[in-house]
């Protein structure tokens, strides 16, 4: 049999579990997650290679209408760059739930060309089980779906059966990459992407979308990785915020963000975090494009 080989695409609304998604395709972590909308600012790819083909998974930022600033047009423009020259596109939606952004998502879902598998996420969360199906009758009135997965990224349920059509509706063809390869992201780049996790997840109150990290120095010292981050908030008062009282704020942030570099990549990590204030750094995209976003 010939091996199938295709670039998928996961889109969808904000926090309806694209990432979760992706990191259980791939059987481990590669996106980070966290309960606030807009945790995913770039196009990542995940290489899911199996004995009867490659799969090219690219998670998207959340497609969303609030805000209109910078960061919030240049997360929109990302999602929708994603969508050019793939295979497949794969739109997640929650279970019982279609918001108008679920709407704004299959908008340009449906008019990027390629064929739509739509996975409806969350069913464990779902109670009540005979409400699922009128709700996938009604979801599938909404366009001409190639196929409709119900599953639960969290748990695991049906995943397999999502990845399974997904492969076979790709073309026929050779890998693109090596087989033990996960994706075409440099640690430097997780390296930051594992720090601000953290900060998301212990600030998404205090600092809603204005913290950003750039890593200054990420150096192989022979089994070990140096790596220099800087925290970019907006304005004095939230420098505060993440340092904390005594510095115990951001120590502990830190040495989270360490443990999961290490998990990552495999070996001892020394983090040196510094904290420092870029004005309205959300509201201007040469600031956004020097910090790595739209890549």
Known sequence: MAERCGTVAI????????????????????????????????????????????ILYVDTPGLHQRGGNALNRLLNRTARAALADVDLIVLVVEALRFTDEDALALEA?????????????????????????????????????????????????QVQLLEDRVLARLPEGERVYPQDQLTDRSERFFAAELLREQLTRRYAQELPYAVSVEIERFED??????????????????????????????????????????????CPVHLEVWVKVKASWSSDEAALVSLGYGD
């Not at 904000?14 to 600012?41: C, F, Y």
């Not at 739509?118 to 009604?138: I, M, S, W």
């Not at 908030?233 to 939230?238: K, L």
């Open 221 to 266: 010292q022979g089994g070990r990785y140096l790596i220099h981050a800087l925290i970019w908030v907006e304005r004095e008062t939230q420098k505060a915020i993440v340092i904390g009282r005594g510095g115990e704020a951001l120590k502990a942030t830190a040495s989270e963000a360490r443990r999961q570099m290490q998990q990552m990549f495999g």
């Open 11 to 54: 889109v969808g609304r904000p926090n309806v579990g694209k990432s979760t998604l992706l990191n259980r395709l791939l059987g481990q972590k590669l996106a980070i997650t966290s309960h606030k909308a807009q945790t995913t600012r770039h196009a990542i790819l995940g290489v899911k290679s199996r004995g009867d083909g490659q």
């Open 109 to 157: 879902a449906g008019a990027a060309g390629p064929p739509v598998l739509l996975a409806v996420n969350k069913v464990d969360r779902v109670k009540d089980k005979t409400a699922l199906l009128p709700d996938l009758e009604r979801l599938a009135a909404r366009h001409a779906f190639a196929e409709i997965v119900p599953l639960s990224a969290r748990t695991g349920e």
